[in-house]
């Protein structure tokens, strides 16, 4: 039968005397280095007197780039806490002074786990927290005081991270008829895809609205014919669209709210993703399945920290099946399929770069990797899977259901070379470069039409009001990005001061107009995400030194 583990290591009386340890039982089982130079465990906190430890469970803390340990110290890198001592980089000695292209060190964040290790760069906006030089003693005191936070927290997010678990699939007929009886009944269904091509597929162009609709009003006149493959496709709709609804109960699932289903959906659907093969996915159906996917996970907040991965593995799925290249005519491929694949494409490089952004870290693909033409702007009602003649586009001043992509296109190169500038890893302080983008971004926010047209019904003013500040929220979060760089050096300059100017400019346009969609009933409020952390974060960081700057 084996003891248990005490927190102090036992000597054995008739053993030579020895110094008296420094370090707890987990730390010298870790064989981690303590400081000798101080009363406690320096990886723990647990002073020599203490009955027990500051670690919770197994799990590693978080600590930026600018804390990992110093060369004494590097070589045994576990589990680290947060040092309550100023900061110490990897580049910074007593001999070599931080050089100001170093900045980028003290705002990335490395989570370290064992020898397991996450990276959130630059653009990551909880990396900002360092900014704010009291806030970690504040948290520290606070979490201290009360010692439930953290039970909390973990609690809070294994809900929406740690717990979600893929079910294991049956036979191909049972799994059919568990995804029949997930279907909400017609009149929920009709909402949540109503709202879906409203919301998402204005921005996001996954499906062709046209067959779609045929297709989901095929399905309620027979549903036992729908094919598998698009009842994985209606709930992960429904799922996407859930996270506008949370007041909407499904009748057939004992009256719980939507939101609690949207899990399962996306759980269901996910493993029937995972179980057709281990190849990865060639077909536009299989392609649009998993953007449909990554769409229903992010508006959900379901493994947020996974969807830069799933983001990069998709866009190579993607090339592996030739989406990034256009084609000559002589290949076999319809007008209907190029285009599709062209929209496709198009929105697997957006959702890679947002996660880039939100992740901090560069994004998957260039501008210089694929050729693809530009989607055109034009309505899914113009064009069938039969169409034998090559369309035009329509100009960016009508709103079609491919405008906010066709606009969003024109911008991609500089959000790719903002995204890759701030996140990569060469080191530079290039202020005539930030002007450069600076302008060209300035360019795209200019060129985004007005599209004021009082004669429109209710809903295509919404769809306008949507889709225009959309647009607006998208680009400003690059106008951060682009100015945090010079906005946070010391001691204040004039760069710094104009770019303090502008990043304070593009966050306050991010939330009034996060503001204005929820006050005009356009998006609800917990459907508000892009930006949003970043805008409020760099709004906090201004008042935050400009109350400093005057002794408050």
């Known amino acids: 039968m084996s003891r248990p583990i005490s927190s102090q290591r036992v000597v054995k009386t008739n ?41 919770r469970s197994n799990q590693g803390e978080s600590s930026s780039v600018g804390e990992v340990l110093s060369d004494d110290h590097s070589r045994n890198a576990g589990v680290m806490t947060m040092s309550l001592r100023t900061p110490v980089s990897l580049l910074e ?16 964040h490395l989570k370290v786990q064992e020898t397991a290790t996450n990276f959130y760069g630059y653009s990551y906006p909880l990396n900002f927290y360092q900014q704010f030089t009291e806030l970690r003693s504040y948290i520290v005191g606070i979490k201290t005081k009360n010692s439930a936070i953290n039970a909390l927290r973990d609690q809070l997010y294994s809900l929406n991270n740690d717990k979600y678990r893929l079910r294991p699939l049956a036979q191909d007929t049972v799994l059919e008829d568990t995804l029949r009886q997930m279907i909400p ?130 866009v190579r799925w993607a090339m592996a099946a030739g989406y990034h290249r256009e084609y000559p005519s002589t290949a076999r491929l319809s007008l209907y399929h190029r285009e599709i694949r062209r929209r496709l494409w198009m929105t ?81 302080d290039d202020f005539d470069r930030v002007l450069r983008l600076e302008e060209e971004l300035g360019e795209a926010l200019r060129d985004i039409p007005e599209w004021n047209n009082p004669r429109d019904d209710p809903r295509r003013q919404q769809t306008k009001i949507y889709v225009k500040r959309s647009l607006n929220i998208y680009l400003h979060q690059y106008k951060i990005l682009l100015h945090i760089q010079f906005a946070i050096q010391a001691p204040p300059s004039f760069k710094s001061l104009i770019c303090r100017r502008e990043r304070l400019d593009a966050s306050l346009n991010i939330v009034d107009r996060h503001q204005k969609l929820v006050q005009d009933e356009i998006v609800p409020e917990q459907a508000c995400r892009t930006g949003l952390i970043l805008a409020a974060l760099n709004i906090c960081h201004e008042l935050y030194i400009s109350f400093k700057a005057h002794g408050m």
């Open 93 to 108: 000695t007593p001999e070599r002074p931080l050089a100001s292209s170093e900045w980028k060190g003290k705002v990335t």
């Open 185 to 314: 009944v017609k009149p929920v269904m009709d909402s949540l895809v109503q709202t879906y091509i409203d919301r998402f597929e204005i921005t996001h162009r996954v499906l062709n609205i046209s067959a779609f609709n045929a297709d989901y009003n095929r399905h309620w006149t027979s549903s036992l014919r729908t094919p598998t493959s698009f009842l994985v496709q209606i709930l992960l709709v429904a799922a996407a669209a859930a996270s506008f609804h949370p007041g909407i109960t499904i009748e057939i699932m004992n009256h719980k709210a939507v939101h609690d289903h949207a899990r399962e959906w996306i759980e269901v659907a996910e493993s029937w993703l995972n179980s057709l093969t281990h190849h990865p996915p060639q077909s536009c159906e299989a392609i649009a399945t998993h953007c449909l996917l990554l769409i229903a996970k992010r508006a959900n907040y379901i493994q947020e920290k996974s969807f830069w991965t799933y983001t990069g593995a998709l």
């Open 15 to 55: 053993a030579k005397k020895r110094r008296p340890p420094l370090a707890c039982i987990q730390c010298y089982q870790r064989k981690l280095k303590c400081g000798r130079e101080l009363p406690s465990c320096s990886r723990c906190s647990k002073t020599r007197n203490s009955e027990r430890c500051t670690y």
């Open 348 to 428: 697997i490089v957006e959702l890679d770069i947002q996660a880039s952004v939100e992740r901090g870290m560069p994004p998957s693909v260039g501008v210089e990797d694929f050729n693809i033409s530009p989607p055109l702007n034009i309505d899914d009602e113009t064009f069938q899977e039969s169409s034998q003649h090559s369309l035009e586009g329509l100009p960016l001043a009508t709103l079609t259901h491919t405008t906010f992509q066709a606009i969003m296109y024109r911008s991609l190169s500089v959000r790719s070379r903002i995204c890759a500038f701030v996140n990569g890893c060469r080191e530079q």
